[in-house]
């Protein structure tokens, strides 16, 4: 069955600190995996797809298939990152989610 | 509107009650999802419209959950004889097609069943 597993539910680093979520799923196809974010009283929202290889806020995710990741990480935490990430996978027009992390950026 | 709205951002009902949760997509986009997210928890999907026509249905929990998009806009999630378990956020998402591009969520609707 596909899933999607983030393994920590909350991480907490200081400002300027490397920062990594970690994102691990189970599909036996070739996966769509994105990562989402929402910030303190805003609504879900995309912040990136591993299709388009993009870095969003100097973050980047890069997928691999061996490990089954899709790790996130970001060089140099910011405070206006703290947020609630969360890791999905789409298969055809159903996304699955993981059960998200909380990132805390203390100054 | 410029995004999905959903409407009530709040919503506290009975056990045993019907419930009727709306959602508008935003203008042009065929494609619509319902998610609910319980405490602690990932969004879980439940179903998916293509237009006017549920796609897949299979995330609703039960018979007790049924959604309509009879005019491939606005969707209508209704929940029949809620039960306290039912309670969580439940929240809307449209795109201009499937899978690949990009899904836009409103705010969610918090049901809380007492």
């Known amino acids: 069955a596909q899933r999607v597993t983030q393994p920590e539910k909350l991480l907490s680093v200081f400002k300027g600190a490397p920062v990594e979520l970690k994102c691990n799923y189970s599909?036996?196809?070739?996966?769509?995996l994105f990562w989402y974010v929402q910030y303190s009283r805003q609504r879900l929202q995309l912040l990136l797809r591993?299709?388009s290889r993009e870095s969003i806020k100097g973050f980047t995710a890069d997928l691999n298939k061996g490990e089954t990741s899709f790790h996130l990480k970001k060089p140099f935490a910011q405070e206006e990152d703290s947020a609630m990430y969360y890791c999905?996978?789409?298969?055809?027009?159903?996304?699955?989610f993981g059960a998200g992390t909380r990132l805390f950026v203390k100054a | 509107g410029a995004g999905v709205s959903q409407t009530p951002s709040n919503k506290v009902t009975e056990k045993g009650k019907y419930v009727e949760l709306r959602c508008d997509p935003i203008?042009?986009?065929?494609?619509l999802y319902w998610y609910r997210q319980s405490l602690g928890q990932g969004p879980e999907f439940l179903i998916y419209?293509?237009?006017?026509?549920?796609?897949?249905d299979s995330g609703l929990p039960n018979d007790r959950f049924f959604a309509v998009r009879p005019e491939g806009s606005v969707s209508t999630l209704k929940i029949q004889r809620t039960e306290r378990g039912d309670s969580a956020v439940y929240l809307c998402?449209?795109?201009?097609?499937?899978?690949?591009?990009?899904?836009?969520f409103g705010q969610g609707t918090r049901l809380t069943v007492v």
């Open positions: 998402a449209s795109s201009t097609r499937t899978g690949r591009t990009e899904a836009f």
């Open positions: 203008s042009g986009h065929t494609a």
């Open positions: 591993h299709i």
């Open positions: 419209f293509q237009g006017t026509g549920a796609a897949d």
């Open positions: 999905a996978l789409t298969r055809g027009f159903k996304t699955i």
């Open positions: 599909y036996s196809g070739s996966p769509e």
